[in-house]
């Protein structure tokens, strides 16, 4: 199974997540960017959509913005070709002292997104860049692969 992790990181604490994981496990991992990482910017304008055709396995990656999915990260998944018959996790980053804050939401928002395109998510993890266990739940994820 040939896994790729795409994700969109603004202060870099996802790409960092991200590059652990593809370090760890041999996965390729690509970039989404836009014009502007205006985070208010409704309809962003893409300059890297990595592409997914080839993989078997792809994890989405994403922070926070605004207690939602980022609008970056939502453009991207939005214009995704069918996604049946490819395993997907995803993980997001935030920085509010509960999941419930947006981070819960965020997955919710992505899931149901990938849902659209005939996707079934797997893993979806939840990492608080402010709690004390965040190394531990970094960890965790990538040893669960």
Not at 47 to 62: A, C, M, N, R, T
Not at 94 to 113: D, N, V
Not at 127 to 134: A, T, V
């Amino acid at each position: 199974m040939k896994s790729l992790i795409v994700l969109y990181s603004k202060t870099g604490n996802t790409l960092g997540v991200g590059k652990r994981l593809a370090e760890a496990k041999g996965f390729d991992i690509k970039e989404v960017t836009a014009m502007s990482d205006d985070p208010n910017n409704k309809k962003p304008e893409l300059v890297e959509v990595p592409d997914i055709i080839g993989y078997d396995h792809l994890i989405f990656g994403s922070p926070v913005h605004g207690f939602n999915l980022s609008q970056i990260m939502h453009v991207y998944l939005s214009q995704l070709p069918d996604l049946t018959g490819k395993t997907i996790d995803l993980f997001i980053t935030h920085f509010f002292p509960y999941a419930w804050m947006g981070g819960t939401r965020t997955l919710k928002q992505m899931k149901q997104i990938v849902e659209t395109k005939n996707g079934k998510v797997g893993k979806m993890t939840s990492i608080n860049w402010k709690s004390k266990k965040r190394e531990l739940v970094i960890s965790e994820m990538i040893k669960a692969y």
